[in-house]
C-alpha cells in the first residue's frame, strides 16, 4: 500500500512538470520553495526569481562547496545517484557539456544523494567526470536550497549570475536541453 502511495505521488509530481508551473511560491518570505517543476527549456521569469539558500557541501574527492561562492556564475546542480539509469545517461553527457561552457562563466556540481560513496566514487572515475560532486546521501541540500523533491532522480536545479532559482526541471535532460537554457541564461545581465 505504502508503495503505492509513493509511486502516485511520484506520478504526480512529474505532471506537474510537464503542467510547467513556475516553480516559485509567492509566500516563502523572498526565499525560493520548490512549487512545481519548471516546463522543459523553460526559465522562471527573471523578476518572479527568488533566492536559492545557501548550503555547503562535502566534495567526495576531498574539501568543500559553498553555493553562496558562486556568486556571479551561472550554476548547475544535478541531483543524481550511481544506481539511478536516467543519471547513468545524463551525468557524462553534462560533463560534455561542461567542459564545453565552464569558460563562460558557468559552474556545474553534482549532488550525489542516497548513494553509496564508494559506488558514485567508482562511477565518477569511469566515466571521467571531471566537474566536481558533492556527496550528499541524507538529500540535505536539496531542503536547504528549497524544500526540492528528491522523490525521485534525476532532477537538475539551474541558478542564474544573482544567486537566485532560474528553475527546476525533475526530468532528466539532454545535453540539447541544458545547453539551450544555459544559453538564455547566459545572455541575461
Not at 512545481?36 to 521569469?45: D, N, P, R
Not at 553534462?94 to 565552464?102: A, C, G, Q
Request: net charge positive; proline share 3%.
Amino acid at each position: 500500500m505504502f508503495r503505492a502511495l509513493l509511486a502516485l505521488f511520484a506520478a504526480a509530481l512529474m505532471l506537474s512538470g510537464c503542467a510547467g508551473s513556475n516553480a516559485v511560491d509567492q509566500t516563502a518570505g523572498g526565499a525560493f520553495q520548490f512549487n512545481g517543476a519548471t516546463g522543459l527549456g523553460k526559465l522562471i521569469a527573471e523578476g518572479q526569481r527568488k533566492p536559492a539558500a545557501d548550503f555547503e557541501g562535502k566534495l567526495l574527492d576531498g574539501g568543500s562547496m559553498r553555493l553562496s561562492q558562486t556568486k556571479g556564475k551561472v550554476v548547475v546542480l544535478n541531483y543524481w545517484a550511481s544506481w539511478c539509469e536516467p543519471c547513468r545517461t545524463e551525468s557524462p553527457q553534462f560533463d560534455l557539456l561542461y567542459r564545453k561552457i565552464k569558460s563562460q562563466g558557468v559552474d556545474f556540481y553534482g549532488i550525489d544523494t542516497k548513494d553509496v560513496r564508494g559506488k558514485a566514487s567508482q562511477f565518477v572515475r569511469d566515466n571521467d567526470i571531471s566537474y566536481p560532486i558533492v556527496y550528499d546521501e541524507a538529500g540535505e541540500t536539496a531542503v536547504r536550497l528549497g524544500n526540492l523533491p528528491t522523490v525521485s532522480l534525476p532532477f537538475t536545479v539551474l541558478i542564474d549570475r544573482h544567486g537566485k532559482v532560474a528553475a527546476v526541471y525533475v526530468v532528466r535532460l539532454s545535453y540539447k536541453d541544458l545547453q539551450g537554457a544555459l544559453t538564455k541564461l547566459l545572455a541575461e545581465r
